[in-house]
T-cell receptor, first 112, second 113 residues
Framework: NAGVTQTPKFRVLKTGQSMTLLCAQD?????MYWYRQDPGMGLRLIHY???????AKGEVPDGYNVSRLKKQNFLLGLESAAPSQTSVYFC???????????FGPGTRLTVL | QQQVKQSPQSLIVQKGGISIINCAYE??????FPWYQQFPGKGPALLIA?????SEKKEGRFTISFNKSAKQFSLHIMDSQPGDSATYFC????????????FGQGTILTVHP
């Protein structure tokens, strides 16, 4: 099992450009999450999904959109990137409501 | 609004010493308190977790102490090793919140040989 994988690992964008981050899990997990990690702020939840076809807003959703068309994939989109979105993005998944979250290796995004 | 506050931001310990990281929370509806360990360039991984019906949980050299009345919990790393050098995050979850975690700010632990 590959677990949780994220694509790409690194990306540099210019302000106003768009991109999509892909998260894939091969554990048949129901729940999936997108976090951003910034120094001194821990991990903050952007959006999450409780199953295929569902999405919901987290703590910091502004400027991001998500889709979960397939159970194994959770996409995070930035329609018009801003320097404030420079961060490391982590995806996580879990099976049941009370199980642990498994994290991917992260995507380091820089917006110039 | 930071519902889980973690301290210190950074910690330097000598090999063999005890590392202590503290967290405080505000929401009494939290019912699960995990600690995550993150190595550079990697995603966080669950280290140890506790529920509020117990005051302490130990797994090897790692112990969580939980004080429900004070709304505080802490991670103790006994006999700290250079391989323990990592960033540690405390977190909290409300049982009715679709498994969403609220994280503390993180502590960068450095263990000198």
């Amino acid at each position: 099992n590959a677990g949780v994988t994220q694509t790409p690992k690194f990306r540099v964008l210019k302000t106003g450009q768009s991109m999509t981050l892909l998260c894939a899990q091969d554990m048949n997990h129901e729940y999936m999450y997108w976090y951003r990690q910034d120094p001194g702020m821990g991990l903050r939840l952007i959006h999450y999904s409780v199953g295929e076809g569902t999405t919901a807003k987290g703590e910091v959703p502004d400027g991001y959109n998500v889709s979960r068309l397939k159970k194994q994939n959770f996409l995070l989109g930035l329609e018009s990137a801003a320097p404030s979105q420079t961060s490391v993005y982590f995806c996580a998944s879990k099976q049941g409501l009370y199980n642990e979250q498994f994290f991917g290796p992260g995507t380091r995004l820089t917006v110039l | 609004q930071q519902q889980v506050k973690q301290s210190p931001q950074s910690l330097i310990v000598q090999k063999g010493g005890i590392s202590i990281i503290n967290c405080a929370y505000e929401n009494t509806a939290f019912d699960y308190f995990p600690w995550y360990q993150q190595f550079p360039g990697k995603g966080p991984a669950l280290l140890i977790a506790i529920r509020p019906d117990v005051s302490e949980k130990k797994e090897g050299r790692f112990t969580i102490s939980f004080n429900k009345s004070a709304k505080q919990f802490s991670l103790h790393i006994m006999d700290s090793q250079p391989g323990d050098s990592a960033t540690y995050f405390c977190a909290a979850r409300r049982g009715t919140s679709y498994g969403k975690l609220t994280f503390g700010q993180g502590t960068i632990l450095t263990v000198h040989p």
